[in-house]
């Protein structure tokens, strides 16, 4: 049996509708600790597009889970868990679509060493200042 584990966590997130217009983000598994909320580990502009808040709860070198709410509805979240071998990518909407507050979140666990599609050509690879991989598709 290989002994494997994931290293990056992939996000995309999208308010439009269609997933036309979405944000790609990618964590690095040593900065998600149980607690930590990835969504304020970036910075958007919070005021112009209602966000969800994501909360790790837990994180193994085979699994995550996480939980998925916006501010202020924190008994209406939704629980996610992805694990490598059995369910490594999934795509929930967050939110009422009566109410402006809703999102298509796609996750997916990538292994050390997998590829990662960006779309973009840049001379440094997509890294930003800090050594993370940030990518707007």
Not at 74 to 88: A, Q, R, S, V
Request: charged letters at 35%.
């Amino acid at each position: 049996m290989e002994n494997h584990m994931w290293d990056t966590l992939t996000l995309v997130l999208s308010s439009d509708p269609e997933r036309i217009g979405c944000v790609r983000i990618h964590y690095d598994r040593d900065e998600l600790v149980s607690g930590c909320n990835i969504m304020r580990e970036r910075s958007f502009a919070r005021e112009r597009f209602p966000l969800p808040e994501i909360v790790v709860v837990s994180s193994t070198p085979l699994e995550i889970e996480l939980r998925a709410y916006y501010e202020g509805e924190e008994d209406l979240g939704m629980d996610i868990k992805l694990h490598l071998d059995d369910d490594p990518e999934m795509w929930i909407r967050i939110g009422d679509q009566q109410e402006e507050r809703q999102a298509s979140l796609g996750l997916r666990l990538e292994e050390f060493g997998d590829s990662v599609e960006d779309g973009e050509d840049t001379e440094d690879g997509g890294y930003d200042d800090d050594g993370r991989y940030d990518a707007w598709a």
